[in-house]
């Protein structure tokens, strides 16, 4: 019997750059099933600063166990820094290359922020990488458990 992959929410936010890309990855997602919030910014703004949409974003995901946040930048640097300040979120980095990244920032760090670089992936790429990001569940071994409580 076929069962429905359960509702994720999804947090998303970038700046300029990632602009694009964050637009079609909610609608993405959203085709998916889940529910997709986006965060900002809404109009094109090479202006904008990332820490405005970002930080945020990383405190909705801080705040609700079980969210999720997809944060997209030129780099996805500064993004996944500003994201790291905020208590409770780890957020990983991607901009190409193996998705074993991705799947390892999930399995041992239980990654509830990925950060994407805009200038170095596709939107194939980012929906593959997005995708891998959210089915790939923490494994809870015990030794990420502490690893993870240290932070």
């Given at each position: 019997m076929y069962s429905k992959p359960?509702?994720?929410?999804?947090?998303?936010?970038?700046?300029?750059?990632?602009?694009?890309?964050?637009?079609?990855?909610?609608?993405?997602?959203?085709?998916?099933g889940h529910e997709a919030f986006d965060l900002g910014p809404h109009t094109l703004d090479s202006a904008d600063d990332y820490p405005d949409y970002v930080t945020p974003c990383a405190q909705k995901?801080?705040?609700?166990p079980g969210a999720f946040?997809?944060?997209?930048?030129a780099s996805g640097e500064g993004e996944a820094m500003a994201a790291n300040r905020v208590k409770g979120t780890r957020a990983a980095e991607w901009y190409g290359g193996s998705l074993d990244i991705i799947?390892?920032?999930?399995?041992?760090?239980?990654?509830n922020i990925l950060s994407l670089g805009a200038r170095f992936v596709s939107a194939d790429e980012a929906g593959e990488a997005v995708h891998t990001f959210l089915t790939t569940p923490f494994s809870g071994a015990e030794r990420h458990l502490r690893r993870i409580a240290k932070f």
């Open positions: 359960p509702m994720l929410k999804i947090y998303f936010a970038g700046d300029h750059a990632g602009f694009e890309l964050k637009n079609a990855l909610i609608e993405s997602v959203r085709e998916a995901v801080s705040d609700e946040g997809i944060i997209i930048g799947r390892l920032s999930r399995e041992h760090n239980d990654a």
